[in-house]
Nanobody, 116 residues
């Protein structure tokens, strides 16, 4: 079974940048959508960004212009470049892969903390 492993989280000052990486243990070419959810303390998990196998991207309104998602099927990797981070961006970021009808794979998550 394919596993997803996230990396790149950490502590960053407000206005700073982080790049999250999600690497799969096997091919991700079969997964229609891949991307990132985040969950802040006491909040529901929300979709932040996604990218299809053909490269079509989606980002939630709150991060438009600041976050960029990309996918490299040859490297089985999805990246999330996060710029100009603010306190509302903090939380645990989870990588996911979906075959189109439901989410098939989840990573274990990587913590993003934004400080003043």
């Amino acid at each position: 079974q394919v596993h997803l492993v996230e990396s790149g989280g950490g502590l960053v000052q407000a206005g700073g940048s982080l790049r999250l990486s999600c690497t799969a243990s096997g091919s991700v070419a079969v997964y229609e959508d891949m991307g990132w959810y985040r969950q802040a303390p006491g909040q529901q998990r929300e979709l932040v960004a996604s990218v299809t196998q053909f490269g079509t991207t989606y980002v939630v309104d709150s991060v438009k212009g600041r976050f960029t998602i990309s996918r490299d099927n040859s490297k089985n990797t999805v990246l999330l470049q996060m710029n100009d981070l603010n306190f509302e961006d903090a939380g645990v970021y989870y990588c996911f892969a979906s075959g189109g009808y439901s989410i098939d794979l989840w990573g274990r998550g990587t913590q993003v903390t934004v400080s003043s």
